[in-house]
């Protein structure tokens, strides 16, 4: 199936937001269901979901195909600050679930996958805002959700150009937007254990 002239026109990162547009929606509409910012309960629940996504992409921050497609790409990973997130709240890491990606993985599919924890990253400002409303900030509890220190705009704006400069064939983008949509799914099947009950 051809993209339609009016996708085209976007740019690679445009396409990837359209493509991806539902089950994003679907997730953040998921998690706000949970209202992680209601409790500090509830925000331990959240904290392990981003722990464990996080987790499981952790490999992609050293790989050198990725690396030399995103050059400031070891300088993103939040994994980190979440480990001391969960810490500063009496949280035990959860316990590795075998669910992280493989060192082998496509460069296009992992493309994908680094979009939704950047773009992630981006729409953090909110969240950071409603965790001080709990008391948490960037020197407690929250340092994963506070932004760059450059702007997470900007932050976001070299990500999306790195993404957009590179070169991909038209089956490249399919493997990056299936790697998007996985992550998405990925997240929210974390939301559906942490928040059944």
Do not use: C
């Amino acid at each position: 199936m051809s993209a339609s002239p009016m996708l085209l026109e976007l740019s690679r990162s445009q396409r990837l937001k359209a493509a991806t547009h539902g089950t994003h929606e679907r997730l953040d509409q998921r998690i706000m269901r949970g209202e992680p910012f209601a409790s500090l309960e509830n925000y331990r629940r959240f904290l392990r979901v981003q722990y464990r996504f996080h987790r499981d992409l952790a490999v992609l921050y050293s790989l050198p195909a990725l690396q030399g497609l995103l050059p400031d790409l070891a300088e993103r990973q939040r994994l980190q600050q979440l480990q001391q997130d969960l810490l500063d709240l009496g949280e035990a890491l959860p316990a590795d679930d075998n669910a992280a990606l493989s060192s082998d993985i496509d460069p296009a599919t992992a493309l994908g996958w680094l979009y939704v924890v950047e773009g992630s990253n981006l729409g953090a400002a909110i969240l950071f805002k409603l965790a001080a409303k709990i008391g948490l900030d960037a020197n407690h509890g929250a340092r994963h959700l506070a932004g760059h220190p450059d702007g997470r705009a900007r932050h976001w704006r070299r990500f999306t150009e790195a993404l957009d400069g590179n070169a991909l064939d038209a089956e490249q983008e399919q493997r990056m937007v299936a790697g998007a949509t996985a992550a998405f799914q990925r997240v929210h099947g974390y939301v559906e254990q942490a928040f059944a009950d």
